[in-house]
């Protein structure tokens, strides 16, 4: 017996009207792109490994999937590495290449590789699929879309300013009030670690931190014991866990604990910045939170980081995220060329939709009129009008077979046509067409031009 089809875990085939759902998504977060001015680039599936190792952090790259060299270049394997226990070396003699984690790195790559025909600053875009090696659950796929824009080129916060806007705009036009942007800065995280006196653990002080809201406070402090941060460095930071109020009140609170660090004082600034110029131009939906926790583990952060929450009540990790990197484009050659971007996570913004109703009906797009088949010179005739449909904008379709008309009002049904035109010998013969509402069921015959204009002011 044949063995059952199906797909690894932590992937997903999607059906029509998820596809018209997801495309929906994909067209707001476009068309809010190029609104402010973005541009569209592609960049391979994959890259050479060495593009991407290295930029993620430990726990980044075991998440990201290497391809298996094939042919000749797989019996250049290092068999000593393997025999003398050293996997990691023996694992990349067996690939050079990997399937790309996220659309940062490969961008950094594309700005240094193209350097000479891009004009900074450069805002692009870029909607592909990822990779991760990652156990899949809930909002939490191996493969997924992400939705990245990126400013680069410039060091003016101003471009932060930009995509907390763009954040707003986006959530606004898809009916997600009550987004909750969240902003810290590495700046700030910075300073923590030396007011803690843990400046040498900085990278396993955030990788830690960024568990918070997955793993609670105390799993946190064990982990940073772990890690090799001590107890009483861990209790300098537990002001931070208590900070509450407004945007505004909390920064001053962290000015204070932190009015001992410089590079603490240069993030409150940005921060600051950011806050006064989104206070002068209000946001629609959405608001913007100060979350002095806030880490994202990237390892190539270096100034304001952004995540979002879905709104209250939706149980969703972050469906955005994103920050400033310095000089990322330095480990490709091209140095002193500062960035800034956000991703937007569709997969998990599709979640978030349904689970609100908030999907237009709209967003179910679909052929909107099925013409019968009654037999060759029936179809002839309906294939006319259905081209001239087409061309006035409105998704028709003729159904293929000369099959009984009880079954193709099935199909019609089945497939949420709103309307049916039946063109039988009566018909052809007058030069006429009868319409077939689906909703109502209510049946009237036309003219070519009166049917023409009905379907024009109704489903268009």
């Given at each position: 017996m044949s063995q059952k089809p199906r797909?690894?875990?932590?992937?997903r085939d999607f059906s029509p009207a998820e596809m018209s759902k997801?495309?929906?998504?994909?067209?707001?977060?476009?068309?809010?792109?190029e609104r402010f001015g973005f541009q569209p680039i592609e960049t391979p599936s994959f890259e050479l490994s060495e593009t991407l190792l290295g930029?993620?952090?430990?726990?980044?790259?075991r998440l990201i999937f290497k391809i298996m060299n094939s042919g000749e270049k797989l019996k250049q394997a290092d068999l000593t590495a393997l025999s003398e226990n050293q996997l990691p070396k023996f694992a990349s003699s067996l690939s050079e290449k990997a399937l790309k984690y996220d659309l940062t790195v490969p961008f950094a790559r594309y700005v240094a590789q193209h350097q000479n025909d891009i004009q900074l600053p450069f805002k692009r875009y870029q909607i592909q699929p990822v990779w991760r090696a990652d156990r899949p659950q809930k909002g939490r796929f191996q493969e997924f879309y992400q939705c990245d824009a990126d400013i680069i080129g410039s060091k003016g916060l101003w471009s932060e300013v930009e995509f907390v806007l763009l954040y707003d705009a986006v959530f606004t036009d898809l009916g997600l009030e009550g987004t909750t942007i969240k902003v810290n800065n590495r700046k700030v995280l910075s300073g923590i670690a030396q007011m803690m006196g843990a400046s040498d653990r900085l990278i396993d002080f955030t990788v830690a931190l960024d568990k918070l809201d997955k793993i609670?406070?105390?799993?946190?402090?064990s982990e940073m014991l772990q890690k090799g941060i001590t107890e009483s460095a861990i209790k300098k930071l537990e002001p931070l866990f208590r900070l509450s109020g407004d945007f505004d009140s909390q920064l001053k609170a962290l000015s204070s604990i932190l009015k001992d660090s410089y590079i603490g004082q240069e993030g409150i600034k940005e921060l600051t910045f950011i806050a006064k110029a989104i206070a002068a131009q209000?946001?629609?939906?959405?608001q913007l939170k100060l979350d002095v926790t806030l880490a994202r583990g990237l390892n190539y952060y270096t100034g304001a980081?952004?995540?979002?929450e879905a709104p209250q009540g939706v149980e969703m990790g972050s469906i955005g995220g994103g920050g400033r990197y310095d000089d990322l484009t330095s480990i490709f050659g091209l140095y002193n060329v500062s960035?800034?971007?956000?991703?937007?996570?569709l997969d998990r913004i599709y979640l978030v939709l349904e689970e609100m109703g908030k999907f237009p009906s709209a967003a179910l797009k679909g052929s909107k009129v099925l013409f019968l088949n009654f037999g060759e010179a029936e179809a002839r005739h309906a294939l006319k009008m259905v081209m001239e449909l087409r061309r006035l904008g409105i998704a028709s379709e003729l159904y293929p077979d000369d099959a009984k008309p009880k079954k193709q009002m099935q199909f019609a049904n089945a497939k949420g046509f709103q309307a049916v035109v039946l063109i039988g010998e009566n018909?052809?013969?007058n030069n006429t067409y009868t319409l077939k509402m689906m909703a109502t069921g209510d049946q009237k015959t036309f003219t070519k031009e009166t049917l023409l204009l009905h379907l024009q002011q109704d489903l268009i």
């Amino acid at each position: 017996m044949s063995q059952k089809p199906r797909i690894p875990k932590g992937t997903r085939d999607f059906s029509p009207a998820e596809m018209s759902k997801r495309k929906y998504i994909m067209d707001c977060i476009t068309a809010n792109f190029e609104r402010f001015g973005f541009q569209p680039i592609e960049t391979p599936s994959f890259e050479l490994s060495e593009t991407l190792l290295g930029k993620y952090g430990d726990e980044g790259d075991r998440l990201i999937f290497k391809i298996m060299n094939s042919g000749e270049k797989l019996k250049q394997a290092d068999l000593t590495a393997l025999s003398e226990n050293q996997l990691p070396k023996f694992a990349s003699s067996l690939s050079e290449k990997a399937l790309k984690y996220d659309l940062t790195v490969p961008f950094a790559r594309y700005v240094a590789q193209h350097q000479n025909d891009i004009q900074l600053p450069f805002k692009r875009y870029q909607i592909q699929p990822v990779w991760r090696a990652d156990r899949p659950q809930k909002g939490r796929f191996q493969e997924f879309y992400q939705c990245d824009a990126d400013i680069i080129g410039s060091k003016g916060l101003w471009s932060e300013v930009e995509f907390v806007l763009l954040y707003d705009a986006v959530f606004t036009d898809l009916g997600l009030e009550g987004t909750t942007i969240k902003v810290n800065n590495r700046k700030v995280l910075s300073g923590i670690a030396q007011m803690m006196g843990a400046s040498d653990r900085l990278i396993d002080f955030t990788v830690a931190l960024d568990k918070l809201d997955k793993i609670g406070e105390e799993a946190v402090k064990s982990e940073m014991l772990q890690k090799g941060i001590t107890e009483s460095a861990i209790k300098k930071l537990e002001p931070l866990f208590r900070l509450s109020g407004d945007f505004d009140s909390q920064l001053k609170a962290l000015s204070s604990i932190l009015k001992d660090s410089y590079i603490g004082q240069e993030g409150i600034k940005e921060l600051t910045f950011i806050a006064k110029a989104i206070a002068a131009q209000p946001l629609q939906t959405a608001q913007l939170k100060l979350d002095v926790t806030l880490a994202r583990g990237l390892n190539y952060y270096t100034g304001a980081i952004f995540e979002v929450e879905a709104p209250q009540g939706v149980e969703m990790g972050s469906i955005g995220g994103g920050g400033r990197y310095d000089d990322l484009t330095s480990i490709f050659g091209l140095y002193n060329v500062s960035g800034v971007g956000i991703s937007f996570g569709l997969d998990r913004i599709y979640l978030v939709l349904e689970e609100m109703g908030k999907f237009p009906s709209a967003a179910l797009k679909g052929s909107k009129v099925l013409f019968l088949n009654f037999g060759e010179a029936e179809a002839r005739h309906a294939l006319k009008m259905v081209m001239e449909l087409r061309r006035l904008g409105i998704a028709s379709e003729l159904y293929p077979d000369d099959a009984k008309p009880k079954k193709q009002m099935q199909f019609a049904n089945a497939k949420g046509f709103q309307a049916v035109v039946l063109i039988g010998e009566n018909e052809l013969e007058n030069n006429t067409y009868t319409l077939k509402m689906m909703a109502t069921g209510d049946q009237k015959t036309f003219t070519k031009e009166t049917l023409l204009l009905h379907l024009q002011q109704d489903l268009i």
